[in-house]
């Protein structure tokens, strides 16, 4: 009896000891991102002229919502990054040959990914929209009929021609596509009238431009070339990252908030007729119920609903008129 428990204590002993080892040596081989001599490696970054996402300053440094995503990636991984500007079939092509090392706008596309690895996470969406010249008053916004046999620009190769085109089919409206080397090609374009409008994305930031549609909503990802030896770590900086689910977010409204397609109100040929024909709209306010309205020494309406109204006429057009109920 006294030999089978110093057995089974020698057992247990022996159980432990074995547990601990394999334990060690289980975290020697997890790498250890900053402690890892592959991560002081500097990353070869392919960039297009999408403004907001990645901007080379007067200063030569860079900055846009891809540039800080790296940085955090950089905490976690220890790489640097090098940026390198080109248009978007060149950079497709340099990474295929491994003369830059990732890409990070790419959506995934079947055919592209038999030639480039992708991360396991994307590090952002997109939505696609279709824009004209700020000063065009023959197109609206999803005025269909009117869109019918327009021509549209975009560049090369944008994943986001095959969400137009869906759209496009959805709603029956044929058009003609002119494809242009860069956005800055595209953009000439349509203020020299090449084209009636240009099938753009969320990712570049145009202030300046009038929204006619948007449509679909992708992933984009962080793409290397076959056999990268640098998605992993990338992978498993995205793991942590995401864990702050307000990164994503209050990163894109920092670069993206300025937009058209963030800021200018967009009406159909309907609501502009009503706009345009309509009288001051009434509006009834109590005279005495600060800060929501109130009447001031002059007479007139002040309050926060008057403020609203009044930013409200601003961007839409409509009027309005406030008279004070008495109740």
Same mark, same amino acid.
Request: proline share 2%; aromatic share 16%; net charge negative.
């Given at each position: 009896m006294n030999l089978t428990k110093k057995t089974l204590v020698v057992l247990i002993l022996l159980f432990v000891i074995t547990l601990m080892g394999h334990t060690k040596g289980f975290a020697e081989t997890v790498d250890t991102p900053k402690q890892n001599e592959e991560n002081t490696q500097t990353?070869? =970054?392919g960039y297009m002229d999408y403004h907001g996402f990645i901007d080379q300053e007067p200063d030569g440094t860079y900055s846009g919502y891809c540039v800080e995503y790296l940085n955090e990636i950089s905490k976690y991984t220890g790489y640097q990054f090098e940026y390198v500007p080109g248009e978007w079939t060149e950079l497709l092509s340099m990474l295929e040959n491994k003369e830059i090392d990732i890409l990070c706008n790419a959506q995934y596309?079947?055919?592209?990914?038999?030639?480039? !690895?992708?991360?396991m996470y994307p590090i952002g969406y997109t939505t696609g929209i279709l824009y004209t010249h700020l000063h065009n008053n023959e197109l609206y916004y999803e005025d269909f009929a009117d869109f019918d046999g327009m021509t549209i620009g975009i560049v090369n190769n944008n994943a986001i021609f095959t969400i137009f085109h869906n759209y496009a089919k959805q709603n029956h409206f044929t058009y003609r596509m002119k494809e242009y080397k860069t956005e800055e090609e595209l953009l000439n374009a349509l203020n020299e009238g090449k084209i009636d409008a240009m099938c753009s994305e969320h990712l570049a930031n145009h202030s300046d431009l009038s929204?006619?549609?948007?449509?679909?909503?992708?992933?984009?990802?962080?793409?290397?070339?076959? !056999?990268?030896?640098?998605?992993?770590?990338?992978?498993?900086?995205?793991? &942590?990252?995401?864990?702050? =689910?307000?990164? &994503?977010?209050?990163?894109?409204?920092?670069?993206? !908030?300025?937009s058209a397609a963030a800021n200018n109100a967009q009406f159909t =040929? &309907?609501?502009?007729?009503?706009?345009?024909?309509?009288?001051?709209?009434? =509006?009834?306010?109590?005279?005495?119920r600060s800060p929501l309205s109130f009447q001031n020494k002059e007479g007139q309406a002040e309050g926060i609903v008057v403020a609203l109204m009044d930013r409200i006429s601003k961007i839409s057009g409509l009027r309005f008129e406030y008279q004070f109920l008495d109740m």
């Open positions: 990353l070869r =970054v596309t079947e055919e592209r990914a038999k030639t480039f !690895d992708y991360s929204l006619l549609a948007t449509f679909g909503a992708d992933a984009y990802y962080i793409i290397s070339y076959k !056999d990268s030896p640098y998605l992993k770590q990338i992978n498993y900086a995205l793991q &942590e990252i995401k864990i702050d =689910v307000d990164f &994503e977010p209050s990163l894109f409204h920092k670069y993206y !908030d300025s =040929v &309907e609501e502009m007729n009503y706009i345009t024909s309509s009288d001051a709209i009434k =509006v009834g306010l109590m005279r005495d």
